[in-house]
């Protein structure tokens, strides 16, 4: 159960929240635990609804966007955000359950897209303390400045949400999925 209460209904939700919230379930179908438990603070929600969108606009193509949210979910732990990101992975992305064992291990099988999710594990693993040589490697597999930017908010934002999960310890409405724990 939900350390903090997750509104059942998008009209349950604070009023400022539930146009966002029926945006939302337009474009999904349905409006998930996630979108519904960041809605208690508007601003929260609409911070959060706009940054994905904008960077949804990016550069990135839509799976290596999964690749880095799966690698990054692992990582941090979170799994919600592993089960989401597993489900649309293999569903919108058109992921192979090969390639999410490998996101999820912090490499990907498509060679290009391999220095993207290993340059994203290591943002996530060293804080943002990446070496000269970390930067040239994802810039040498052909990612430009705007690019990396935008791995590096990708990261930002899945760290955002696996934060947001663990601590509200969101009740998981995808299929489970759970991340391995370190020893």
Do not use: W
């Not at 999925?177 to 020893?183: I, Q």
């Amino acid at each position: 159960m939900s350390r903090i209460p997750i509104p059942s209904t998008i009209e349950s939700a604070p009023a400022a929240s539930q146009p966002v919230l029926a945006a939302v379930k337009q474009q999904l179908g349905v409006a998930p635990n996630l979108f519904r438990l960041i809605a208690n603070s508007p601003a929260a929600l609409e911070g959060y609804v706009g940054l994905s969108a904008a960077l949804n606009k990016g550069a990135l193509p839509a799976p290596t966007r999964e690749r880095i949210a799966l690698a990054v979910a692992e990582i941090n732990g979170c799994d919600y955000c592993l089960s989401a990101h597993t489900y649309l992975g293999k569903n919108i992305a058109k992921l192979d359950d090969a390639e999410i064992a490998a996101n999820r291990a912090g490499s990907s099988t498509d060679p290009r897209a391999d220095a993207a999710v290993r340059f994203a594990d290591k943002v996530v693993r060293q804080r943002g303390h990446v070496s000269e040589d970390d930067v040239g490697a994802v810039k040498a597999a052909g990612y430009d400045d705007a690019q990396v930017i935008e791995i590096v908010l990708h990261v930002a934002l899945n760290t955002l949400t696996n934060y947001v999960n663990e601590v509200a310890k969101t009740d998981i409405d995808f299929p489970v999925v759970t991340a391995r724990k370190a020893a």
